[in-house]
């Protein structure tokens, strides 16, 4: 691992500030380890000395009614460089409520949700227009299985920037690494495709780095980014070591490299300005 002089500065591209006092998470089981209010100032320590100066806000809730407040979050904390929203990308009047988020700054994008199959994708198209119009990602929350059929969507809309969280939903262990660079074939050409690597949990870093050296060997270092998925892994590592396991898989890359996966990235992509 780099010494901690040398470490680069981080933007933690994913991030949730779960709130179960103000919202419903379908996903979140009662009296489990995540079933409580949870704030940033709980790793502020450990992002100091990690260097992570920067976090993106990512949706957790499947109702719009967070953005306004994942924003306010952003008004008043500088540290909160942007968020990802979920609305409902088939509404009918999907490009009016993108219209209205997207007057502030810190609205980045939108959450599409690829857990299910999608016969009908182009249900998806007014959606992708007000995207595209805007200059927001689109994060993708996908099953691995169903990334054949994200990858011909994200080919039908060239001019969107796509992001696919959590290596696209693949399983970081031995077994499936053949089917991730398989999958990395299916990405290599695609220009409008950033991969997250989150989502991780505890998984080996030997796993880990076989996983990003093949999607660093396919795409290149201007398609990957980090995020840590905080609070999700709670019970099986802490921030520390999520942080450091990232660090150990890439200790290889040189110093440009390792720039672009934990900020450069991430500033491109979610236009965080020239100051930042």
């Not at 940033?40 to 967070?66: D, F, K, P, R, W």
């Not at 060239?158 to 262990?173: R, S, T």
Request: negative net charge.
């Amino acid at each position: 691992m780099a010494h901690p002089a040398e470490q680069q500065n981080i933007v933690d591209t994913h991030l949730h500030i779960l709130q179960p006092s103000r919202f419903r998470y379908h996903w979140l089981e009662p009296e489990s380890a995540l079933d409580r209010d949870f704030h940033l100032n709980e790793i502020s320590g450990a992002m100091h000395t990690q260097n992570v100066i920067g976090g993106i806000l990512i949706e957790a809730t499947n109702t719009s009614q967070e953005i306004d407040w994942l924003l306010a979050l952003c008004a008043h904390e500088p540290f909160y460089k942007g968020i990802i929203g979920w609305i409902d990308l088939e509404d009918a009047d999907i490009a009016m409520q993108i219209d209205r988020f997207a007057q502030s700054g810190h609205f980045k994008g939108v959450r599409l949700n690829w857990l299910d199959s999608r016969p009908n994708p182009k249900r998806l198209d007014a959606a992708m227009r007000a995207v595209q119009q805007h200059r927001l990602v689109v994060e993708v929350l996908a099953r691995f299985v169903h990334l054949p059929e994200i990858v011909t969507f994200m080919r039908s809309h060239p001019d969107v920037m796509f992001v696919l969280d959590h290596l696209g939903g693949a399983a970081i262990n031995e077994a499936g690494l053949e089917a991730w660079r398989a999958a990395m074939q299916w990405l290599a050409n695609l220009p409008n495709v950033t991969i997250k690597i989150s989502g991780y949990g505890n998984s080996a870093v030997a796993t880990l780095r076989a996983y990003v050296c093949i999607a660093l060997q396919t795409v290149g270092s201007q398609c990957l980014m980090f995020g840590s998925n905080w609070p999700m892994f709670l019970g099986t590592s802490t921030y520390t070591d999520l942080v450091e396991h990232a660090r150990a898989a890439v200790a290889d890359w040189d110093h440009a490299t390792r720039a672009a996966f934990f900020h450069d990235t991430a500033k491109t992509i979610y236009g965080l300005g020239t100051g930042f």
